[in-house]
């Protein structure tokens, strides 16, 4: 299946407000367009909600069936999105994302809910789905969305379901195609491909491992006590498609029995019309100090999730380095650390955004228009 400005995937996405922090709860207005519709916008416990009717109506998306219980629907010409509230599952062209928090659509909190007879959605959810801008002005009362116009660029999700003895495996990957640099999107295509097949392999290795381990034991005349199950989900996630840049990130989940498996996330940063891999130094000016900045914005947002108790930190973070993982988001840089890294298995992949408004004048001025959000619709 093929999708086109594709937006919207991964293993498990985390969703995460946005510009929560000023607005308290209630009702506000929604502005899409030149459209206002009263009460569109809703802020729950912090979490931005977006009436989903005139969203999709300004983006030309209809939306059906709005029975609660039901799937949802969006159309628009041939792209089809499915979501699934009850199962927390989305499919887009053929690429089926697991989401967490989506919920079923009639529990207050969640990815869906209604209020008086109205669907809404969070709005990072659809923002990432749908490709948007969303802004809050506070003394308005008033949340403004703009559509994003991205890359033209044609996405094929090719996947791959294993059953092999001991292993089960779910592979989702990305094909790129379109008039961009032919030998540069091979390239990147290469890389995806290499990626998706190393994982398989890495879920074979576990696989035959676990079996040698169980009949060793059995050998001795015990039986193995753990789960004689070995699993991998492979999968992919669009984060960046606009301004002839594109930035992806790979998600490796391995199960080898035992208490639990993990993840290796693994982020690129390309240039479509080269097919440069760019690393964080390109982005940035030689001599503005950025190292220091992010370092600094890095620690301090560390520092609040600890206060706020909802991280603790095994190993004390100092410094990104020359060439840590991130990726480009629509607001801004993201920096991620892998499990064990310096917070706890529990803690996840921990992500700390730094926006392209707070960095303007360290750009590079081959990358200045990042922060300019030049490429919106009216």
């Known amino acids: 299946m093929r999708k086109t400005l594709a937006v919207f995937t991964a293993v498990l996405l985390i969703l995460i407000p946005i510009n929560c922090f000023a607005a308290s709860n209630g009702a506000m207005n929604l502005k899409a367009g030149q459209t206002i519709t009263q009460s569109g916008a809703y802020y729950n416990d912090g979490v931005l909600y977006l009436e989903l009717e005139p969203v999709c109506r300004y983006l030309s998306y209809t939306v059906t069936p709005a029975d609660a219980g039901s799937d949802i629907r969006l159309t628009n010409g041939s792209d089809t999105i499915k979501i699934d509230p009850a199962g927390n599952q989305i499919v887009k062209d053929g690429h089926t994302l697991n989401v967490s928090y989506l919920s079923p659509e009639d529990t207050l909190g969640g990815g869906c809910m209604r209020l008086n007879g109205r669907l809404y959605m969070r709005a990072d959810l659809l923002s990432h789905l749908l490709g948007l801008d969303v802004q809050t002005n506070e003394t308005q009362k008033t949340v403004m969305v703009r559509g994003i116009i991205q890359n033209v660029l044609n996405i094929e999700t090719k996947r791959n379901d294993l059953s092999e003895g001991l292993l089960t495996a779910t592979i989702q990957y990305p094909v790129l195609s379109g008039p961009w640099n032919a030998q540069a999107l091979e390239t990147m295509n290469g890389i995806f491909k290499q990626a998706a097949d190393s994982a398989v392999d890495q879920g074979r290795k576990n696989s035959k491992e676990l079996e040698n381990i169980a009949a060793i034991q059995k050998a001795s005349g015990n039986e193995y006590g753990g789960t004689m199950q070995c699993s991998v989900y492979f999968d992919y996630d669009i984060k960046y498609s606009q301004n002839g840049l594109f930035s992806v990130v790979l998600s490796n989940y391995q199960y080898a029995g035992g208490a639990h498996g993990s993840t290796i996330q693994t982020s690129y940063a390309f240039d479509l019309n080269t097919g440069k891999q760019l690393a964080l130094f390109d982005f940035m000016k030689k001599d503005s100090g950025y190292q220091k900045f992010f370092d600094a914005k890095v620690r301090n947002e560390i520092d609040s999730r600890v206060k706020e108790k909802i991280l603790f930190e095994n190993t004390p973070f100092q410094t990104l380095g020359d060439n840590p993982d991130f990726y480009l988001s629509g607001d801004g840089i993201t920096f ?34 990042l922060s300019q959000k030049l490429n919106r619709t009216a």
Request: hydrophobic letters at 30%; a negative charge.
């Open 336 to 369: 991620y650390f892998q499990q064990y890294e310096y917070f706890p298995y529990a803690a996840g992949i921990q992500e700390f955004p730094v926006s392209f408004e707070s960095i303007s004048q360290m750009l590079n001025p081959s990358y200045s228009r």
